[in-house]
């Protein structure tokens, strides 16, 4: 069973910065998927940005430009660097893995986010 272990969440003043990491237990298949949603308070569970096998990424129009989806395949792990924080982009963040951008086999326990002066 592939856990997903998260990390780099916290306060943040809006217009700094965070890095949140997700390191998979295990391999996982190389085709799958790697990405995170986020889910505010009382809001649907949202697409943030999605890493392919090959490197292809999809990022969120609401994070476009500010926001960037990578992944270390030796180490399992996708990233997610978040510059230009805004007090609207908190929330739980949630990282999955599965074999479609929308398909999830495995989720994350999550990891807060908050943006606040």
């Known amino acids: 069973q592939v856990q997903l272990v998260e990390s780099g969440g916290g306060l943040v003043q809006p217009g700094g910065s965070l890095r949140l990491s997700c390191a998979a237990s295990?391999?996982?298949?190389?085709?799958?998927?790697m990405g995170w949603y986020r889910q505010a308070p009382g809001k649907q569970r949202e697409l943030v940005a999605v890493?392919?096998?090959?490197?292809?990424?999809k990022h969120a129009d609401s994070v476009k430009g500010r926001f960037t989806i990578s992944r270390d395949y030796a180490k399992n792990t996708v990233y997610l660097q978040m510059n230009s924080l805004k007090p609207e982009d908190s929330a739980v963040y949630y990282c999955?893995?599965?074999?479609?951008?929308?398909?999830?086999?495995?989720w994350g326990q999550g990891t807060q986010v908050t943006v606040s002066s």
């Open positions: 999955y893995v599965g074999p479609g951008v929308t398909l999830v086999s495995h």
């Open positions: 295990e391999s996982i298949y190389s085709s799958y998927v």
């Open positions: 890493i392919t096998s090959g490197g292809s990424t």
